[in-house]
C-alpha cells in the first residue's frame, strides 16, 4: 500500500491508517541494514533516537529496557523481535503479520532472578489499548520535581509519560514550590504536556531525584500537599511490571512525610513535622493521595479499565496486518 498499511485491525496500534516501525537496541550496521530490508518492503521507518507517536510497533532484538522501548510498551505498541521479522518478511516479500513475532519475555535478569521486564508486560499493555482503555499513565498526572540525573532525566521521563496518555507538569527554579502549591489547590491546570487538549487534574504522584532528602524545599511542599513521591525508576516499573501492586516499597522515597500506597488504608501517615491540626490535615491529604494511587496501580494490571475493576476475557489477538 505505499509507506505502510492500514493498522487498523491489528489490536492495539498507536495510530490509525499506517504503522510506523522504530528500531531499538541494535549496533549501527545492523539499524541501517533492518531499516534498508524495511524501506524495500514499502514499510515507514522512524529511525529517530526517541519514541514518537507514529511509531505503533518496534523492532529489536530483545526486550531490553530503553527509553524508547518503555514508551513504545507505555504507548500499547508491538515489541517484536527484528531478526525474525526481517529475515521472513524479506524472505516472503512481504510485511508479514506481526503477532508470531511479538517479544513476551526479556532477557535482562536481576540479582534475585526476576526479569527486569514481566513476561507479557508488552502484550498487556497493547491489549489494553485495544480495549479503550488507553496507554499506561492514560488520564493520570505526574509532577516532576526538578531535574533528576540521567539518564533517566525530565525529557525522558516526561515522554514516558505523555507516551502513555498521561500528562507531566514540571517544576524547576526558585519559583517551583509556589507552582506546585498552585497546581495542587487548583481543580486544573492549564500547564499539562499531554497535548489532548483537556484540563488537567492535580497531580498524584511526585516524582524526584533519590539523593534529594525530604528537607529539600520542592520535595517538602510535594509531601506537605500528601503527595506520595517516587523514584524515577517507579514510572518504569509501572510499564514494566503491570502487575505488581504495590511496587517495591524502595521505589518509594520519604514515606515518612507521607503514605504510600503500600500503606494506603493502614492507619494515619505521619503528615508534617508541624504537629496539631496541621500534622492531622498532612496525614489526611497523604493518605487520601495514597489510597488513588494505589488505586491506579492496581487497576492498570486489569485489562479493561481505568480504576474499575471489572473483570473481562483476553480478546482474540487479530493476527492480519
Not at 500500500?1 to 549501527?28: N, T
Not at 521472513?88 to 503479520?97: C, E, H, I, K, Y
Not at 505523555?162 to 514540571?170: I, K, M
Not at 516524582?207 to 506537605?224: M, Y
Request: net charge positive; hydrophobic share 35%; proline share 7%.
Amino acid at each position: 500500500r505505499g509507506g505502510g498499511w492500514d493498522a487498523e485491525d491489528e489490536g492495539g496500534s498507536v495510530l490509525r491508517g499506517h504503522a510506523g516501525f522504530g528500531l531499538s537496541g541494535m549496533p549501527k550496521e545492523e539499524r541501517r541494514s533492518v531499516a534498508g530490508a524495511l524501506r524495500k518492503l514499502g514499510a515507514t521507518v522512524l529511525d529517530g533516537p526517541c519514541w514518537e507517536p507514529r511509531m505503533t510497533h518496534i523492532l529489536l532484538p530483545s526486550l531490553k529496557r530503553s527509553d524508547k522501548m518503555i514508551a513504545g510498551m507505555a504507548a500499547g505498541g508491538w515489541m517484536l523481535h527484528s531478526t525474525r521479522y526481517i529475515a521472513d518478511s524479506s524472505a516472503a516479500g512481504r510485511l508479514l503479520p506481526v503477532a508470531p513475532y511479538e517479544l513476551r519475555l526479556g532477557s535482562e535478569v536481576q540479582e534475585d532472578g526476576s526479569y527486569l521486564i514481566s513476561k507479557d508486560a508488552p502484550a498487556h499493555w497493547r491489549v489494553r489499548k485495544a480495549q479503550g482503555c488507553g496507554g499506561a499513565f492514560e488520564g493520570l498526572c505526574v509532577a516532576l520535581l526538578g531535574s533528576p540525573p540521567g539518564p533517566l532525566d525530565d525529557d525522558a521521563l516526561a515522554l514516558i509519560v505523555q507516551a502513555g496518555g498521561g500528562t507531566c507538569l514540571r517544576f524547576k527554579g526558585m519559583g517551583a514550590p509556589y507552582a506546585l502549591q498552585a497546581a495542587m489547590r487548583s481543580e486544573s491546570s492549564s500547564r499539562g504536556t499531554s497535548g489532548r487538549g483537556q484540563p488537567t487534574p492535580p497531580p498524584i504522584m511526585a516524582v524526584a531525584d533519590p539523593s534529594k532528602p525530604a528537607s529539600d524545599r520542592l520535595v517538602r511542599t510535594a509531601l506537605e500537599a500528601g503527595l506520595p513521591v517516587v523514584s524515577p525508576h517507579y514510572l518504569i516499573n509501572w510499564v514494566a511490571h503491570p502487575w505488581t501492586s504495590p511496587l517495591p516499597a524502595e521505589l518509594y522515597l520519604h514515606s515518612s512525610g507521607a503514605a504510600t500506597p503500600a500503606t494506603a488504608g493502614r492507619g494515619s501517615g505521619k503528615g508534617s513535622s508541624r504537629g496539631g491540626s496541621s500534622n492531622a490535615a498532612a496525614g489526611g491529604k497523604a493518605r487520601a493521595a495514597a489510597a488513588t494511587l494505589a488505586e491506579a496501580e492496581r487497576v492498570r494490571g486489569t485489562e479493561d479499565g481505568m480504576f474499575v475493576g471489572a473483570g473481562s476475557s483476553r480478546p482474540q489477538v487479530s493476527d492480519s496486518l
